[in-house]
């Protein structure tokens, strides 16, 4: 039984940060998944997919690995940078990119 720390990303419908501050635990499968024959939905036995932690901190992550004695992997991400461009830039005098209209 192996855990995942990680930080999640932040998804394609998302402009801002919401939900990408804490960090989150998953466990790995121990079980391939199955598809049922009657629906075709697609199932696990394993019982530890379905859970997922969440902390403020790695480090209270780490403490709670530790504590329960789950072996665990942490995977840093990299910060994003973004570019602050205000909504006036696109009508600026001074504008290096051709207007469209």
């Given amino acids: 039984m192996?855990?995942?720390?990680?930080?999640p990303a932040r998804t394609a419908m998302q402009s801002g940060a919401?939900?990408?501050?804490?960090?989150v635990l998953d466990y790995?499968?121990?079980?391939?998944?199955?598809v049922e024959p009657l629906?075709?939905?697609?199932?696990?036995?394993?019982m530890r997919q379905q859970v997922r932690l969440f902390f403020d901190s790695k480090e209270e992550a780490i403490a709670y690995c530790e504590r329960e004695g789950i072996?665990?992997?942490?995977?840093?991400?990299?910060?994003v940078k973004r570019a602050r461009i205000s909504y006036a830039d696109n009508f600026a005098a001074g504008r290096r990119g051709a207007w469209t209209h």
């Fill in 71 to 79: 072996a665990y992997q942490v995977f840093e991400s990299n910060p």
């Fill in 28 to 34: 790995e499968p121990e079980q391939p998944r199955t």
């Fill in 2 to 7: 192996t855990a995942r720390i990680y930080k």
């Fill in 18 to 23: 919401a939900k990408t501050k804490e960090w």
């Fill in 39 to 46: 629906m075709g939905w697609t199932s696990s036995g394993d």
